[in-house]
C-alpha cells in the first residue's frame, strides 16, 4: 500500500460517534447543547463598543508610588512612603510618639513585622495588643535587646527604636527588606549623625532654635526653616537631600481610637 506523501494536521480527537451532515463550525454546539470537547459553547455576541481619543481619559486611573501612605501633601494629595525596600534603609524621626504610632500602624497593616526598641514600653503596649487583629506582628523588646529579625522580601521589618534622646548604637541594623526608624523627641547631640546616615529625615515642631540647626543641617530654604518652629500637630516635614514635603496625617477612626488626637508632645 502506498503512503501518501503528505500527512493531516494534528488537531484534537473527537470522542463519540463522527457528526452525520455537514460538519458544524468551529466552537459551535452540538445537538443539545453540548459543546464539541475541546471547544466549548459560542460566546454572546454583541456591537463592538468604540470610544474616541478623548474618551479614553475618563478611564485614567489615579496611581501613584507604592508604598504605605503617611497623610497629605499641601495639595491634600496622598503622600506615599515605601517603606518596604530591597536595599538598607534608615529613617530619623524627630518629633511625638503620636506620628510614630501612626506610622508603626500602617507598616503593618502592609505585612511589614515591626520590633520596637523602647525603654518606654507601658506606651507601645496598648499599640502591640492591638496590631495585626491578634497576629503578634508587632514585638516590644528592652533597649539593645533586640534580637535577629530575618526579614525577607515576603516578610519584611521596620524596627523603630524609641530610646530616647541619645539612643545607643542599635544591635539590629538596616538591611534587604529591613528598615530602621529612629525616634528622637528632640534635637539632641546624636541627630547631627543620625540625619546625615538617613535616607529620610521627618522634622516636627521644634523651637527656632533647633529648627536653625535643622536648616543648615539638611540645607533647608530659609522659609521652610522658620516654619518648623510653627508646625501643627500631625504636620511633620520630610525630606531628604534633594527633596522636600510637608504632610498632615490624617487619623483614620480606629487610629484615633487607639491612639487619641494628633499631638506634638507626649
Known sequence: MSVPSHTAPAGPTPVGPAPVGPAPARGAARSGGRPRIGFGLIGPRRERHALSADQLEAFALPVGDDGMVIGVDQGNRPAVLGINRPTPYDITLIGGLWTAQVLVLRAAATGARIAVETGRAQ????????????????????????????ASAGSPVVVVRDCGMRPPRGRVVSAPWQSVMTLL???SPVAPRLMEKSGLVGVQRVSPDEAAQIGRIMSLPRAETEALSTLADGVTLWCTARDRQFVMVQATDAETGLLGSARRMD
Open 123 to 150: 506606651a507601645w503596649t496598648a499599640l502591640a495588643q492591638a496590631a495585626g487583629g491578634g497576629q503578634p506582628c508587632v514585638t516590644l523588646h528592652d533597649v539593645g535587646r533586640v534580637p535577629p529579625q530575618g
Open 185 to 187: 523627641p528632640y534635637l
